[in-house]
């Protein structure tokens, strides 16, 4: 049956006025949909059609006596479930995926003659799978960790993947050295800890030998590390690739994709604590975000680098571990995509779906980054041993929309029943059929860009990725004074988990005094270790001293506080006005408005009308917010200051930085918690408060507040 929500647009473009091929796109798109099973008005049945009578007794030689192998409805059902299960992916294991569509904002032919980039007014279906990487399938969302930022586009001429990450560079330069970054920081062998997290010997042992690693380890030590919300995501393809026009001009790209909901993270302590009270944190919040109707946007753009320029920078395009600083190489905005629906189904579309960098379309090449060329073949390899069998390509999830008749047969899990009598080419018997297409400016087959190479084969690491420590730096120089204090205590907290002390000290003295002595002294201290000498690597430094786009102070998106939390506290005798003068208010920008009672029995106003709560303070700890409201309502006011839950509440949103009004006699209440009224802790009720809340939600954090919230207990 089709899907009921037609939110999403999951047509391609109107049939008649293309090829054959492109005109059948709309018809694919619904058999793609027709898969989606609908099991209302139906009578439970075997797999093989036969109905059922009785789904609760297995067939018994008598009420009491042993079960009977003839039994075939009970040994189906049986099988089927000690079958469910299939490996889970060996990295970015933990992942959560919604539907959506790409638009572009116009044609870029120049840039590319991919097809959709071509019109706005063409829609593509996109798939798109958020993950961290160290955790298994049912970890904590909110760990420490790179996010997988993956994102499928369903185009007319075929998939093409993007497999980027919510950080622009990576650990290692070279495939060859990715199993053994991943062995060091997944569990360790022995003992299987920690899950999620690389505050651990051998991560840090590994890091510590590998100083190419050192850029992506700031990123990973940085706030980037801990997002607020998969919402609030930068994302990047990381590696340099081409983009190729119809007259075969490349351009190498750098992809980004940019959040319109702002580029923002949890504090660290938040972060450890919704690990434990909401696992699924982020999963739940885009789910809940899309099925609200809030879809999350984020705009697609690319640094363009013509081929003559591919030396001009003090860094070689092809080392995945550098950025192209966007002072240097503004990124040009191509088009939105907007995720606005969920998937009916984890297992069949989040869990099955298969990306792999090495699908593209004509109009988009791979550069030599050795990195990127090792991922090309990993992806389909790990596919065959997680989804049984090179057949993957047709699970409805992973299925292009464009058609892809070849020759290719049989094997596990074949669903396509091949008509023709030849599966070769050339052939005469089926006609010749399916045919190759020339490679064309427009709708031809895949050419690959003819760089010309004249080189030796050999194993060596090419002296243009030998500065390892130079964009560390800049990294480090562009935080604001804020975000250095999170990373050195992001360092002083991983490396005080560490059990050997060689190598903390290898880390503070021959990795961290590379990048910035006072940061190895500052982590040296918390660690106990003796202050560090300047390192003893000559750093070129980079051709900027700063880059104020990495800094997420500066990426506070577009949206305002659509879609943020608030919650609304209330106990018995609320001023059942106050409740709705917030709500109006507050909701009037777009925010989502949750009210939390006591317990989650309805409340009594202060005129005696029944309150529904959304849920109890309890149940929804303030971690879960950007912000908090406490109405007006004397008997209510003090009921919380007698409430040791919503004083924690409370004095915990506090030290979170988050913003905080009550109404105007609630300053009583903030008053005896003892915290002094700032630019985002404020009380009163008229349209001037209303405005300070919004502005200090907007800004996510009253960073000013630091300091004084040092003094409230965790
Ligand atoms: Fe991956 N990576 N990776 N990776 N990666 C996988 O493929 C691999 C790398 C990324 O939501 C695996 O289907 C190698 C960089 C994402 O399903 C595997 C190398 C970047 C996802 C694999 C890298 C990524 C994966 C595991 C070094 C950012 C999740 C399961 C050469 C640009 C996709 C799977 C999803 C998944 C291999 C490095 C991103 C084993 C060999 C760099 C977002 O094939």
């Known amino acids: 049956m089709p899907s009921k929500k037609t939110d999403a647009p999951r047509t391609s473009e109107a049939a008649g006025t293309q090829t054959p091929d492109r005109a059948n796109t709309n018809a694919k798109l619904q058999s793609l949909e027709d898969v989606r099973s609908d099991p209302t008005g139906q009578a439970l049945r075997t797999n093989q059609g036969v109905r059922i009578a009785d789904n609760q007794n297995t067939l018994k030689a008598g009420a009491r006596g042993p079960s009977l192998l003839e039994d075939f409805i009970m040994r189906e059902k049986i099988t089927h479930f000690d079958h469910e299960r299939i490996p889970e992916r060996i990295v970015h294991a933990r992942g959560t995926g919604a539907h959506g569509y790409f638009q572009s904002y116009g044609c870029h032919a120049e840039l590319s003659k991919a097809g959709f980039l071509q019109d706005p007014e063409k829609i593509t279906p996109v ?11 049912g970890s904590g969302d909110t760990v420490r960790d790179v996010r997988g930022f993956a994102v499928k586009f369903y185009t007319d001429e075929g998939n093409f993947d993007l497999v980027g990450n919510n950080m622009p560079v990576f650990f290692i330069q070279d495939a060859i050295k990715f199993p053994d970054f991943v062995h060091a920081v997944k569990p360790e062998p022995h003992n299987e800890m920690p899950t999620g997290g690389s505050a651990h010997d051998t991560f840090w042992d590994f890091v510590s030998l590998v100083p190419e690693s050192a850029h992506m380890v700031m990123w990973a030590m940085s706030d980037r590390a801990i997002p607020r919300s998969l919402r609030m995501m930068e994302g990047f393809g990381i590696h340099t690739f081409r983009l190729i026009n119809a007259e075969g001009v490349a351009n190498f790209v750098k992809f980004h994709w940019k959040p319109r909901q702002g580029v923002h993270s949890l504090l660290w302590d938040e972060a450890q604590k919704l690990a434990g009270k909401d696992t699924d944190f982020q999963r739940r919040d885009l789910w809940e975000a899309i099925e609200t109707g809030d879809y999350p946007e984020w705009e697609l753009g690319v640094q ?95 299925h292009p929309v464009a058609p892809n008749h070849n ?46 190479i004249d080189a030796h084969k050999i194993r060596e690491r090419s002296e243009s990725f030998a500065d390892h420590f130079s964009q560390a730096r800049l990294f480090f120089e562009s935080m604001s004074e804020t975000e250095q204090q999170h990373i050195v205590k992001a360092y002083s907290f991983e490396l005080g988990k560490v059990e050997r002390e060689h190598i903390r000290a290898r880390e503070v003295n021959e990795i961290l005094a590379n990048i910035d002595l006072q940061l190895a002294a500052a982590v040296a201290a918390n660690l106990g270790l003796p202050a560090p000498k300047a390192g003893t690597v000559k750093v070129k430094g980079s051709q900027l001293k700063q880059s104020p786009a990495l800094s997420q102070m500066n990426h506070l998106g577009d949206v305002g506080i659509k879609g943020r939390k608030i919650a609304v506290l209330v106990a018995d005798g609320v001023d059942g006005g106050s409740v709705d003068h917030w709500r109006k208010a507050l909701e009037a920008h777009s925010a989502r408005i949750l009210v939390l009672g006591p317990t989650s029995a309805p ?31 004397k008997k209510a006011l003090d009921a919380l200051a007698a409430s040791g839950l919503a004083k924690h509440f409370l004095l915990e949103a506090y030290k979170h930085l988050k913003a905080i009004a009550s109404a105007a006699e609630g300053k009583s209440l903030i008053d005896g918690l003892g915290l002094k009224m700032d630019k985002g802790l404020l009380a009163g009720d008229d349209q001037k408060a209303v405005d300070a809340f919004v502005k200090a939600v907007e800004g996510h954090r009253v960073w000013e507040r630091e300091a004084a919230a040092e003094a409230i207990p965790a």
Not at 128 to 137: A, E, I, N
Not at 317 to 326: C, R, V, Y
Not at 363 to 389: A, C, E, H, K, V
Request: hydrophobic content about 35%.
């Open 127 to 137: 798939f798109v799978r958020f993950s961290t990487v160290q955790g298994p399938r």
């Open 304 to 398: 363009i680098v013509p081929e003559a320029d591919e030396h001009k920078f003090d860094f070689d395009l092809l080392d995945p571990t550098k950025i192209i600083p966007e002072e240097l190489v503004p990124v040009t905005p191509l088009g939105k995509m907007v995720l606005n629906r969920n998937p009916d189904n984890f297992f069949a579309e989040t869990e099955q779906v298969a990306f792999c960098p090495g699908h593209i379309v004509p109009g988009i090449d791979f550069t030599n980054d050795p990195l990127l060329q090792g991922r090309l073949f990993s992806y389909t390899d790990t596919q065959i041993s997680r989804l049984g069998g090179p057949n993957f390509h047709q699970i409805p999830i992973n």
């Open 407 to 452: 020759n290719q047969r049989d094997a596990m899990h074949q669903h396509v029943v091949h008509k023709g009598r030849a599966s070769y080419e050339p052939n005469s018997i089926d006609g010749g059929w399916p045919k190759e297409t020339p490679a064309g400016p427009q709708d031809g087959g895949f050419e690959s860009y003819q760089e010309r």
């Open 603 to 633: 409340v009594k106003t202060a005129d005696g009308q029944m309150l529904a709560v959304d849920a109890s303070m309890e149940g929804m700890p303030s971690v879960m917010f950007d912000g908090v409201v406490v109405p007006g309502g």
